[in-house]
């Protein structure tokens, strides 16, 4: 497993993370057993950097990663979190206090004194660009209760407004081979601030494992199911903001673009691994549902450097199905 320097925390981390949302809710229902054998599998895999959330599950997610973490050595193993969903999404809710509560509550959650990595969770436009928010913050790590601090976003110019705070050590945004917008602002700005970058959904909800079809069945507890119109969070986080029938269209092109490259790899393998050698990722934070998946995600973080012909087949893809609908949205 290939290792980066998660940003400005200065701590090292596989390229391949593990994304935990699956553990807690909106994936279907998975019980303690499965979370802690996914956990296990990931480690043993090589990954050393897992993300949460405290709403996941309403902490779920995060009382299984501090279930796990009280039978192993933590050593080398990074844990991020995200605050700020457990209020409304309102900037005079984004405050100390507010921070103090929601961030302890996770420290216990966690079984830990300090919390390597808080997230702001995509708070509104207006509590990025706020300076008493990063006060706030700073305050914390100062209390030793967090030790470093990030925001994750939904658009772009949102990690650029982030990232010219000095005490952001991290970005968390969206990207994928269905969602290449980072490339052409974020990534060179996060190389030149030193800002870690975190690519979540690199898989587009699985439709760039290329396994889904027309007759693709979702749970109704499943965010594929109930978020296609976004009437409860940013449509742009269920698969990745693709209508669905254009994105399995894409999802076709690039199974056949893999299958070129690479006969022995799968398309999800691909997939992670192509986010993961952008210059300026840190760690790609797959979900996954299974030990295999689990296993499976990790062998991206080993694979050999893709091709150019590979990069030049997923840019003519978004250029030609998915730029259009997409591009300026996020």
Known sequence: MQTRILGKTGRTVSVIGLGTWQLGADWGELTEGDADAILSAAVDSGITFFDTADVYG????????????????RLGLTVATKIGRRAAQLPENYVLEN????????????ASQTL???????????????????????????????????????TCDQALVA??????????????????????????????AGVGIIARVPLAS????????????FAATDHRSFNRDGSSFDVGETFSGVDYETGLRAAQQFSELVAAEDPALTPAQAALAWV????????????????????????????PLLSPAFTQGVHEIYDTLLRADIHERW
């Open 206 to 217: 699985g439709l760039l494992s290329g396994r889904y079809t027309r007759e693709t069945h």
């Open 116 to 154: 390597d990595l808080v997230q702001l969770h995509c708070p509104p436009t207006a509590v990025i660009e706020s300076g008493e928010v990063y006060d706030a913050l700073d305050t914390l790590v100062d209390e030793g209760a967090i030790a470093n601090y990030g925001v994750s976003v939904e």
């Open 276 to 303: 993961a050698q952008l210059d300026g990722v840190s760690s790609v934070i797959p979900g996954a549902r299974s030990v295999a998946q689990a296993e499976a995600n990790a062998v991206a973080g080993s694979l």
């Open 99 to 110: 921070f103090r509560v929601w961030v302890d509550r996770s420290r216990r959650n966690l």
């Open 58 to 73: 309403d902490g779920r997610s995060e009382t299984f990663i501090g279930g796990y973490l009280q039978h192993q050595s």
């Open 163 to 192: 990232m010219e705070r000095p005490g952001v050590a991290t970005v968390q945004i969206i990207l994928n081979a269905f969602r290449l917008k980072p490339l052409d602002q974020v990534l060179p700005a996060a190389r030149d």
